[in-house]
T-cell receptor, first 110, second 113 residues
């Protein structure tokens, strides 16, 4: 099956700083690469996606970078806020399915 | 606002019991999915359905079955619950061709004793 790995299981960041969450993958044939956010007690929520023919995409306070050469995906969160505390999952399309990484728990320090 | 609901937030069952987990979506989505979520393993796909009465096995279908009699409802069935099926179960739905943007329910935490 598809392998999706995260570099760090936890990340602690000071409020107001930028956060960077990383993810590595093994399947070069994926069309989409996606980030989900899961807050405590809730299901994962779609944040942003990037197509395989792009290397950068920006949303509201978030930027996703895709480096297909080294098979690396990252999510950058600008000016991290307490509401950004959550588990973040990277995922990629695998035919009609999604393959998820194990998740990085982000904790924002006041 | 889109919504995916799951029948229970918490469920405790005994080994050997038959367990039904229900999921309902109100977005008229064709595709629906069942995942289990375990610490350190992320989300793993159990089964999915792309239409009424259609189902496809995911990555870990053993010990589970599903039912999709109506478009809005997708049920996960544990025929004979075992302790290794203690987990968080998540349901999701999506439009065809947009599997990258899945809408998830809040999850059911199942404990099998």
């Amino acid at each position: 099956g598809e392998s999706v790995g995260l570099h760090l299981p936890t990340l602690s960041v000071q409020e107001g700083d930028n956060s960077i969450i990383n993810c590595a993958y093994s399947n070069s044939a994926s069309d989409y690469f996606i980030w989900y956010k899961q807050e405590s007690g809730k299901g994962p929520q779609f944040i942003i996606d990037i197509r395989s023919n792009m290397d950068k995409r920006q949303g509201q306070r978030v930027t996703v970078l895709l480096n297909k050469t080294v098979k690396h995906l990252s999510l950058q969160i600008a000016a991290t806020q307490p509401g950004d505390s959550a588990v973040y999952f990277c995922a990629l399309t695998n035919d009609y399915k999604l393959s998820f990484g194990a998740g990085t728990t982000v904790t924002v320090r006041a | 606002d889109v919504k995916v609901t799951q029948s229970s937030r918490y469920l405790v069952k005994r080994t050997g019991e038959k367990v039904f987990l229900e999921c309902v979506q109100d977005m008229d989505h064709e595709n629906m999915f069942w995942y289990r979520q375990d610490p350190g393993l992320g989300l793993r796909l159990i089964y999915f359905s792309y239409d009424v009465k259609m189902k496809e096995k995911g990555d870990i279908p053993e010990g589970y079955s599903v039912s999709r009699e109506k478009k809005e409802r997708f049920s996960l069935i544990l025929e004979s619950a075992s302790t290794n099926q203690t987990s968080m179960y998540l349901c999701a739905s999506t439009r065809p061709g947009q599997n990258y943007e899945q809408y998830f329910g809040p999850g059911t935490r199942l404990t099998v004793t």
